[in-house]
C-alpha cells in the first residue's frame, strides 16, 4: 500500500490524538454531571425539608365555611333578619392553566359583567393569597351557575361558592334599628375590635348589626382538603363545621313599628316608642328609610350614589343622630324646671297681651291676640309663649340648663345603637366656650319656647318627657334587655337607671296639663285621644328660620314635635314623634303618635286584629339557614 | 462482517453491560409512565411506550449486527433521503404545539428530525474519518463538516422546533473537537457561538424569549412557564433522600407535575425514588456515556469513533439539558431524556444509537 514506517507512526500518533481528545470530552461530561449531581444533593437533601412543605401546601388547602350570622327577633320572637344561602361565582388564581386575561375574556360574556369590571375587581384583591377565592358576581343567578357548571373543564379556576347571606324579612321596615352588615373596610382592620377578621369578611355597619356585631357574628369553620392542580377537591382530610352566630332578641314591637311607619308614610320625619318603666324601645322608626336588603349583596355603586347623595338623608337616624329645636314641647321642662326651683307659684297667672317685651326687644305669642290671663295649666294646654317667656326670664339660662340636664336633655340617652347625638342644652358657660362672648338675657327668651341654640333629639325628647312623667325615673333606653345577653353567654353592661329629685305635685300638675293638651276641648293635641287609655302629651311647632323671613315652600313649613305618655297617671308608654317641614304639631305629628299608642291600646285589651303579626309569621316559618 | 444475531460469536462480541444499563433505564421508564399516567388508563401510556421499547430492542440487535461500514457506504443515499424526509415533513407534516415536526405513519406518529441525527452522526463521521490525515483541520474542511450538520438542522429549525435542532449542534462540536480545530479556530468558534446568542434574540419567537427570561428569573411568572419548573423542583425536592415511594409521588399522583410522562419524566423519579433513585438513574446514565467512550477509544477504526463520540455528543446533550432543567438549571425546553421520556421517536433514536454503539465495539476485534 505503500504506506511508510514514518507514515504509520504519523497514524498511530494521530489515533491517539483522537482518543486522547475523547477521553478529555469524556472528562468534560463528567464535571457536568457532577453539577448536576450536586444539585440534586441539594435539592433533595440540603432543602429537602423546605420543598416537603411545599409539597404538602401544594395539595392541601383550606376552605372556609362562611359561618351564618345570628337571626335578630322582635319581642314576640317574629323574625326581623335571617339568612338565606346564595352562590357567588369566585376566581381562585393558584394554579390557573390561564392567564387572568384569558380567564376574563371566555368568563364575561357567560356572567355579563364587562371585561374592566371583572379585573378591576380581581386586581382589588390581587395582594391576597392566591389560593384565596376572590368573588366576581355575588348572588348570581340560576343561569350564571349553569354557565359556570357547563364551563367547569374549560375554566377549572372559576367556582361556584355557597354564602349564608342577610334577609331582612321587612325591607325597609326598622332599617335604621337592624343597620346592615358589608365588607369589612382596610380602616375597620386596623381597629383592634376587628382583629381576628381578614381581608372580605361581613361585618355589621350599622343599627343592631354594627352595636351587637361580635354576638351576631358566627364562628367561620373550614375545611381541610385534598386538591389536584386544578384546584379540584379528590378528598378530605379534616373540617371544622362553622358556628352560626348567636340570636338577638330586641324589645321591639313589630306591630308598633309598622303603624308607626305606615302613618308617616312618606313624610321626612322619626318616631320612637319606650316603655318608661324599663327603658324598652318598643317602636323606632326614621323616614326616609332604605332597603338593607341592598347591602347584603355588594352594594352597586349606583344604588350607594342613590343613598349618598339623596337630599333626604335615608341612611340617617333620625330617632337619635338628627337634633332639632324642641319648640313647644320645651316648655314641658320649663314648667318642671320652674315648678322645682319654686320660681313658679302653681296658682300664678300671667296676662298674655299676644306678645311680651324684655330687655328691649318685643317676643310675640303664637296668638296674636293673646290668651289673656292663663295660669300654668292653661299655659300648658294652649300653649302660650309669654307664659314661659316670664318663667324662662325668672329661671335665668344656667338653671334651664341645669334642670334639662338634669331630666335628660342635652346628653346622650346612652342607647344600645352606634352614633348617638348627644342634643344640645345652651348654658352661658357653653356660649363663652364655644362663642367666646357672654349669653345674651334675651337668648334665654328664645330658649324658653324651645327656640335658638337648644336642640334636642326625638329619643331624647321621649326618654325624657317619660323620665318626667314617671316621677324623675330615667331608665337606660335599651333594644336588647341585657338579661337575654347574658343568657347565650356574653358579656353585657348593667343598664342605667337614674332618679332625680321632682315633687309628686310638680308632675301631677303637669301631667293633667299634658292630658289637657289631648283632652280638654281646643287642646292642641286632641288628635291623639284614644278612648279609655289616658293619654297626655304635647304638641310643638319649631320654628323654620327662613320662615321668619316669610320665604314659602315646602322647606320652610314648621316642624311638627308631638311627644305624649298614656296612661297619664301611670305611664306604660311615651312616644314622640317629628315630622320635617310637617307643619302644625297638633296636625302632622300627633296622628302618628295616636296610631302608635292606639295599637298599643288595642293589643293590650286584646282587640288588635294582627294581620301583619300572621304575615311575618308565615315568612319566618322557612328554616333558618345554616350553612 | 455482518454476523448472525444467533451465532455464538455475535453473542460473545456483543456489548451486554451497554444493552443492560438501557434495559434498567428502560425498566424504570415503563414504572415511571405507569405510575404518572395511571389516573388516565385510557391513553394506554404504559402499553403504547412498551411496544416502542420492545421495538427498540428489536432494532439494537439488527443494528449491531449491520456492519457500520456497510452503513457508511450508503450513507449518502440516505443523507438525501433524510433532507426530503425533512422537506416532505415541513411541507405535508402535522403540527403539535406551534411545530410542524410530526408526519403520521398508518397509526402512529414520528418525529423524523430524531431518528435523522443518526444519519448525520454517520455521515459526519464518514467525511471527517476520511479525511487526509493531519493535525489540523483546514478552513474549507470546517466549513464542509459544517454544511452537512447544519442542513438538515437548518430545516429542522424551520419547523420551527427550535429544541430538536439545537440537538444537531453536539454532534457538530464533538466531531470537530476531536478531528482537530487549530486553537484558533476553536476560540473564533466558541466567540462566534457566544456572539451570535444575543443576536439571535431578535429571530427567537415570543413564546422563546419568554422561555428564557422565565428560566433568568423564574418567579417572573410563576404560574405560568416558571409554573413547570417551580413545580418540578417541589416534586424533586420533596421526594427527599429515598423518595415517596413507587406510585405515591403527590406532586406527580396530583397532577401537579406538568408533562410529567415526557419530558419532565426525571421529577416523577426525583419525586418517588429520591435522591438514591436519582443517583442510580444517573449513574446509568453516565455508565453507557462512559461506556460508550470507552467502545469509541477501542474502535477498529477512525471512522467508529467518530460514530460512537457523535452519539455521545447526543447523549450528553439531552441528558444534561433535559435532567438540568428538571431542577431548574437550565431553560425549558421540549428536548427528552434518552430512555426514559415517553414517546416513540425519542426512545427509537436511543435505541438505535445504542444499537450503533454496540455494533462498533463488536467489530473492533474483526480484521
Request: charged share 50%; proline share 0%; aromatic share 0%.
Given at each position: 500500500m505503500g504506506i511508510t514506517i514514518g507514515g504509520v507512526m504519523r497514524q498511530r500518533e494521530e489515533s491517539e490524538l483522537l482518543r486522547w481528545r475523547s477521553s478529555f470530552v469524556g472528562y468534560v461530561i463528567v464535571s457536568a454531571l457532577l453539577v448536576l449531581f450536586f444539585g440534586f444533593w441539594n435539592h433533595q437533601i440540603v432543602k429537602s425539608t423546605y420543598y416537603a412543605q411545599r409539597a404538602e401546601q401544594n395539595r392541601v388547602r383550606d376552605i372556609t365555611l362562611l359561618a351564618p350570622r345570628g337571626n335578630i327577633y322582635d319581642r314576640y320572637h317574629r323574625i326581623l333578619a335571617d339568612n338565606r344561602p346564595s352562590y357567588n361565582i369566585v376566581l381562585i388564581r393558584e394554579n390557573s392553566p390561564h392567564t387572568l386575561d384569558q380567564t376574563v375574556a371566555t368568563l364575561s360574556p357567560g356572567v355579563g359583567i364587562s371585561v374592566e369590571d371583572l379585573l378591576d375587581r380581581i386586581n382589588r384583591r390581587r395582594r391576597q393569597l392566591k389560593f384565596r377565592p376572590i368573588i366576581?358576581?355575588?348572588?348570581?343567578s340560576v343561569a350564571d351557575i349553569a354557565f359556570v357548571m357547563a364551563h367547569r373543564y374549560e375554566l377549572p379556576e372559576i367556582s361556584v361558592e355557597v354564602q349564608p347571606r342577610r334577609r331582612y324579612l321587612g325591607n325597609e321596615m326598622g332599617a335604621h334599628v337592624l343597620g346592615y352588615v358589608g365588607e369589612v373596610t382596610e380602616a375597620e382592620l386596623m381597629n383592634p375590635e376587628f382583629l381576628d377578621y381578614k381581608s372580605g369578611d361581613e361585618v355589621g355597619k350599622a343599627g343592631l348589626e354594627r352595636q351587637y356585631n361580635s354576638i351576631l357574628r358566627g364562628q367561620d369553620g373550614f375545611k381541610r382538603v385534598i386538591v389536584n392542580n386544578f384546584g379540584r377537591e379528590m378528598g378530605q382530610l379534616e373540617e371544622e363545621a362553622p358556628v352560626a352566630g348567636k340570636d338577638l332578641f330586641t324589645t321591639l314591637d313589630l306591630d308598633l313599628q309598622r303603624a308607626a311607619e305606615e302613618l308617616i308614610g312618606k313624610r321626612t320625619g322619626a318616631a320612637v316608642a319606650l316603655d318608661p318603666r324599663t327603658g324598652e324601645v318598643l317602636a323606632l322608626v326614621s323616614k326616609p328609610s332604605f332597603d338593607p336588603n341592598l347591602f347584603a349583596?355588594?352594594?352597586s355603586v349606583a344604588d350607594w350614589g342613590n343613598l349618598i347623595s339623596d337630599p333626604r338623608k335615608p341612611l340617617q337616624n333620625r330617632v337619635i343622630q338628627n337634633h332639632y329645636s324642641p319648640g313647644s314641647v320645651f316648655k314641658i321642662f320649663m314648667a318642671a324646671a320652674g315648678l322645682e326651683s319654686e320660681v313658679l307659684n302653681p296658682l300664678e297667672t300671667v296676662f298674655c297681651p299676644g306678645y311680651a317685651s324684655f330687655y328691649g326687644h318685643t317676643f310675640a305669642c303664637w296668638k296674636r291676640g293673646g290668651h289673656g290671663t292663663v295660669g300654668l295649666h292653661g299655659a300648658i294646654v294652649n300653649s302660650c309663649n309669654v307664659f314661659f317667656y316670664n318663667i324662662g326670664k325668672e329661671l335665668g339660662i344656667d338653671r334651664i340648663s341645669k334642670y334639662a340636664t338634669t331630666m335628660g336633655l342635652g346628653r346622650k340617652t346612652g342607647i344600645d345603637l352606634p352614633n348617638e347625638d348627644a342634643g344640645l342644652i345652651p348654658s352661658s358657660e357653653w356660649k363663652q366656650r364655644v362663642y367666646k362672648t357672654a349669653w345674651y338675657p334675651g337668648e334665654t327668651i328664645s330658649v324658653s319656647i324651645g327656640q335658638g341654640a337648644v336642640s334636642v333629639t326625638p329619643m331624647q325628647a321621649a326618654w325624657a318627657i317619660g323620665g318626667l312623667a314617671s316621677g324623675g325615673r330615667l331608665k337606660q333606653p335599651h333594644l336588647v334587655n341585657p338579661e337575654e345577653i347574658k343568657k347565650i353567654g356574653s358579656n353585657a353592661r348593667e343598664l342605667r337607671s337614674e332618679q332625680y329629685p321632682v315633687h309628686e305635685s310638680a308632675v301631677d300638675i303637669i301631667g293633667r296639663a299634658m292630658w289637657g293638651v289631648v283632652n280638654e276641648a281646643g287642646g292642641t293635641g286632641s288628635r291623639a285621644r284614644i278612648d279609655g287609655f289616658d293619654v297626655a302629651g304635647k304638641t310643638g311647632t319649631a320654628q323654620v328660620v327662613g320662615r321668619k323671613a316669610q320665604l314659602k315652600g315646602d322647606d320652610f313649613e314648621d316642624h311638627a314635635w308631638f311627644v305624649g305618655f298614656a296612661p297619664y297617671r301611670t305611664p306604660e308608654i311615651v312616644v314622640a314623634v317629628f315630622i320635617e317641614n310637617g307643619g302644625h304639631g297638633g296636625e302632622a305629628a300627633a296622628p302618628v303618635a295616636h296610631a302608635i299608642m292606639e295599637t298599643y291600646y288595642k293589643k293590650k285589651m286584646g282587640e288588635f286584629d294582627g294581620d301583619l303579626l300572621t304575615k311575618i309569621a308565615q315568612t319566618s316559618g322557612n328554616k333558618k339557614v345554616r350553612n | 462482517m455482518a454476523q448472525p444475531i444467533a451465532s455464538k460469536r455475535f453473542s460473545q462480541d456483543f456489548d451486554w453491560p451497554l444493552f443492560g444499563a438501557a434495559l434498567l433505564l428502560s425498566l424504570t421508564s415503563l414504572t415511571e409512565i405507569y405510575s404518572s399516567t395511571m389516573n388516565e388508563p385510557s391513553e394506554n401510556y404504559f402499553l403504547r411506550q412498551l411496544a416502542w421499547v420492545i421495538l427498540g430492542v428489536i432494532l439494537v440487535f439488527i443494528i449491531a449486527a449491520i456492519d457500520y461500514h456497510v452503513l457508511a457506504e450508503h450513507i449518502p443515499v440516505l443523507y438525501v433521503l433524510s433532507l426530503g424526509a425533512l422537506v416532505y415533513t415541513l411541507a405535508l407534516g402535522r403540527t403539535v404545539s406551534g411545530s410542524k415536526s410530526w408526519v403520521q405513519i398508518g397509526p402512529v406518529n414520528i418525529q423524523p428530525s430524531e431518528i435523522i441525527k443518526m444519519v448525520v452522526v454517520i455521515a459526519l463521521a464518514r467525511y471527517l474519518s476520511e479525511l487526509r490525515q493531519s493535525k489540523y483541520m483546514t478552513l474549507v474542511q470546517i466549513a464542509k463538516a459544517g454544511a452537512i450538520c447544519l442542513l438538515p438542522m437548518a430545516l429542522v429549525a424551520l419547523q420551527p422546533d427550535t429544541g430538536t435542532a439545537l440537538t444537531y449542534l453536539p454532534i457538530l462540536a464533538v466531531g470537530l473537537f476531536i478531528r482537530g480545530l487549530r486553537p484558533a479556530a476553536l476560540i473564533a468558534l466558541v466567540l462566534a457561538f457566544v456572539l451570535v446568542l444575543p443576536v439571535s434574540w431578535f429571530f427567537l419567537k415570543d413564546y422563546q424569549k419568554e422561555r428564557i427570561l422565565t428560566f433568568l428569573e423564574p418567579d417572573r411568572d410563576p404560574l405560568g412557564r416558571g409554573y413547570q419548573v417551580t413545580q418540578s423542583k417541589i416534586a424533586i425536592g420533596s421526594g427527599g433522600f429515598l423518595g415517596k415511594g413507587l406510585f405515591n409521588g403527590t406532586q406527580n399522583q396530583l397532577g401537579f407535575l406538568p408533562t410529567r410522562h415526557t419530558d419532565f419524566i426525571f421529577s416523577v423519579v426525583g419525586e418517588e425514588l429520591g435522591f438514591v433513585g436519582v443517583s442510580v438513574t444517573l449513574g446509568l446514565l453516565a455508565f453507557i456515556i462512559f461506556r460508550s467512550i470507552y467502545n469509541a477509544q477501542t474502535a477498529r477504526d477512525n471512522l467508529g469513533l467518530f460514530i460512537v463520540m457523535g452519539i455521545v455528543g447526543i447523549y450528553f446533550f439531552h441528558i444534561v439539558e433535559n435532567v438540568g432543567m428538571v431542577i431548574g438549571f437550565m431553560p425549558t425546553t421540549g428536548i427528552p431524556l434518552p430512555f426514559l421520556s415517553y414517546g416513540g421517536s425519542s426512545v427509537l433514536t436511543a435505541f438505535v444509537a445504542l444499537g450503533l454503539v454496540i455494533g462498533v465495539r463488536r467489530c473492533r476485534y474483526v480484521n
Open positions: 366576581l358576581k355575588e348572588d348570581v349583596t355588594r352594594l | -
